[in-house]
């Protein structure tokens, strides 16, 4: 019964390079493919062999066939590094759909396109999502997870996206929110506009409206007839990233804008009529950003007729070795490498830290372990020097900055440990964060004072 689905397959995806069934317990059913010259396995050698023999780094995490088989969801569009049996490593992007009968799954299907170079990827598609994807816009799938609470967010991206309601979208640095909106836009009848895209931190007031509503020639010195952003996403998507960070002057304009659809350009007259879904986003806790005066009660309303609460990485544990492998695959693909995983030091590390830069903080940990590693795991030796230290975890807020380093007293004035201690702090709030202005903001302190800090301790070129 399985094979009778290659046939159907072959019809639709005349252009594959390799198709591959199994049974529900993930042994091999059949296998073809038609590039010999980069993958040399023939179904004779693996007929009956289950997945992870094949190839042996697979694990139920990695393995799309396994995770398929557990849920019965399709995986699209995978970029996947696969090592066999015989050591030969394989690059490829992977589709994967259960096989049921009636609500049984039975077995599972991966079609694969092979990729010959690392820049072949941005070229290939097995989906329907080639709108998307020349844009280069996040899709729900892209979404990588292995918890319940971000499955519920998969969940309700479809659910909502179709609406005109505004989404406001809560969660830490780092937590995956400007994917969670391009998710959102992508799944929604407005697909083929634009997303348009504006952080909201650290930008004056009056730069900010002229940015968000446009100007009008001599509105001001130097200024032009321009549209702003609520013009130029007509249509489509509007993200405004950060608005706990606008100043409380411009919150009531962006309210009137939204609430009477159409905008006025600075120094103009007549109202323009404007067609957009608003996404927002926020990185602390909206209730307490109302209390302090930093967001308007009003406007808070008006963009949270839907709420998505993203958790920061250190409460889905589940997501962060599945995401330790995601990475790697990512990385064993675009830096040439063949890199297995983590060893056992380095995953006691991780699992006993706790993330202040959630999910961007990790990439950045693995990439630059890729960057050094000379074994087939990433090694206590590969991560950078903060993880390794003595630290003690302290909660600021809803963003933990933490490290406090090893200082040997010994030898050592006050005034050296403190400064060893504060150049140890700003590093790390530099390679958590997005930009200086977000290090400054988890310091607590001014971007002035951060760059006179960073001059200070040479940690800017």
């Known amino acids: 019964m399985l094979r009778r689905y290659v046939e159907q397959i072959l019809s639709i995806y005349n252009y594959l390079d390799g198709i591959m069934v199994t049974d529900k317990y993930g042994y091999v059913e059949y296998y073809v493919t038609f590039r010999p010259d980069v993958n040399n396995l023939k179904e004779k050698d693996i007929l009956r062999k289950h997945i992870t023999e094949v190839y042996p780094t697979l694990n139920e995490e990695t393995s799309s066939i396994l995770r398929v088989l557990k849920t019965g969801k399709p995986i699209s569009n995978e970029f996947q590094t696969l090592i066999t049996y015989k050591g030969q490593s394989i690059r490829a992007i992977n589709t994967t759909m259960p096989i049921k009968d009636h609500d049984e799954i039975i077995g599972a299907v991966d079609v694969s396109r092979y990729i010959d170079s690392p820049y072949q990827r941005q070229d290939i598609s097995l989906s329907l999502k080639e709108s998307v994807e020349k844009k280069n816009l996040y899709a729900v799938d892209d979404i ?179 995401l330790v492998s995601h990475f790697i695959n990512i990385y064993n693909t675009s830096m040439h490498c063949n890199l297995i995983g983590i060893d056992e030091e380095v995953e006691t590390i991780f699992r006993g830290y706790n993330w202040p830069g959630n999910v961007r903080e990790l990439k950045n940990v693995i990439e630059g372990a890729f960057n050094v590693a000379s074994a087939r795991f990433i090694q206590k030796k590969d991560l950078p020097e903060y993880l390794t230290r003595p630290f003690v975890l302290e909660e600021i807020g809803q963003n933990a900055l933490m490290t406090v380093p090893a200082i040997p007293l010994k030898g050592i004035s006050l005034e050296e440990a403190l400064e060893t201690y504060e150049r140890e702090l700003i590093e790390h709030a530099v390679a958590i964060s997005k930009n200086y202005v977000e290090a400054a903001k988890l310091l607590g302190i001014t971007k002035q004072a951060l760059n006179y800090k960073l001059r200070k301790y040479k940690l800017r070129e």
């Open 144 to 322: 990588v997870t292995n918890s319940r609470s971000m499955e519920l967010i998969k969940e309700r991206i479809p659910m909502i996206a179709d609406t005109d309601s505004s989404v406001l979208i809560y969660g830490e640095t780092g937590t995956g929110k400007e994917l969670v909106a391009q998710s959102i836009h992508t799944a929604s009848k407005r697909r083929n506009k634009k997303f348009v895209s504006q952080n909201c931190a650290a930008i004056p007031g009056n730069l900010l409206e002229s940015i968000l509503f446009g100007t009008t020639k001599g509105s001001y010195t130097g200024a032009e007839n321009k549209p702003g952003l609520f013009e130029i996403a007509s249509g489509g998507t509007l993200f405004l990233d950060e608005i706990n960070s606008m100043e409380i002057s411009v919150q009531p304009k962006i309210l009137k804008a939204i609430e009477e659809k159409q905008v006025v350009r600075l120094g103009g007259y007549e109202p323009i009529k404007t067609d957009i879904k608003i996404v927002s986003a926020v990185n602390e806790n909206p209730l307490q950003c109302i209390a302090e005066n930093k967001l308007r009660e009003d406007l808070f309303y008006r963009l949270s007729v839907v709420q998505l609460n993203i958790p920061p990485l250190r409460e889905r544990i589940n997501d962060l070795f599945y």
